[in-house]
């Protein structure tokens, strides 16, 4: 999952940026609404974490504009008042869901999640296909009752293979939606992840390559 953060406190925007990357998450992070919707313009993100006080632009501006934009992004708004009428004025906007701060972490990461899982098509909140079984909330993936010991990027690449149940995923949208904007665009990361995966998951081999397209697991690895 790719998701921006847009929050004009620097120090909150860091840290929750640092937990969703622990959560396996790459994360870009903005500090002001202008340069957070330009962010998102250019960029697919899964979900966008929004305050809705920002500078340069409102936060009620920025959500504005990406829906004009049909980016597809899901909005979660943060917001220091939290009253039923924020709420509502919020989520009149187009917000995707509503969080007041102060928030506990762990409420933060379960909305993520299910925003997540309101996409379209949605994803199911575990994952499953040639013999794994992968359960991103609980961070642990597993093939034939065998544990796997998958580092952030190889569970990431995994996750984001299994949930495009059977498409082609091309090694460009593996890179913007597992690595964060700090990627180099011509690194071999995608390529020798897959491979340390692939060694990993064992045989039979279900990540297949596709010339010139990309990647994909097989419910058959045969």
């Known amino acids: 999952m790719r998701v921006l ?12 940026a640092l937990g969703l990357r622990r959560e396996r998450m790459a994360v870009d992070v903005a500090f002001d609404g202008a340069a957070g919707l330009e962010r998102a313009l250019v960029t697919t993100y899964d ?3 929004l ?24 909005v979660l708004m943060l917001t220091a008042a939290g009253s039923t009428e924020d709420l509502v004025d919020g989520l009149g906007r187009g ?41 991103p909330a609980r961070r642990h993936a597993s093939r034939g009752g065998r544990s796997l010991d998958l580092g952030p990027k190889e569970f990431a690449v995994l996750e984001l293979l299994l949930a495009a149940r059977g498409r082609v995923v091309s090694a460009e949208e593996l890179l913007e939606r597992v690595w964060d904007e700090a990627a ?26 596709v010339a010139q397209a990309g990647y994909r697991v097989r419910e058959d690895p045969s």
Do not use: N, Q, W
């Open 184 to 209: 180099d665009p011509f690194t071999t990361a995608v390529k020798v992840t897959v491979s340390r995966l692939r060694r990993k998951l064992g045989e039979p081999r279900i990540i297949h390559t």
């Open 47 to 49: 979900v966008i974490v």
């Open 51 to 74: 305050d809705r006080d920002l500078p340069l632009l409102h936060g009620d501006d920025v959500c504005a504009a990406l829906i004009a934009a049909e980016r597809g992004s899901r």
């Open 5 to 16: 953060v847009i929050d004009d406190d620097e120090e909150l925007a860091e840290t929750i």
């Open 95 to 135: 917000a995707d869901d509503y969080l007041g701060k102060p928030f506990a972490f762990a409420e933060l990461i379960a909305r993520i999640r299910a925003l997540l899982r309101r996409a379209h098509p949605a994803v199911p909140p575990v994952l499953v296909g040639g013999g794994i079984v992968l359960d």
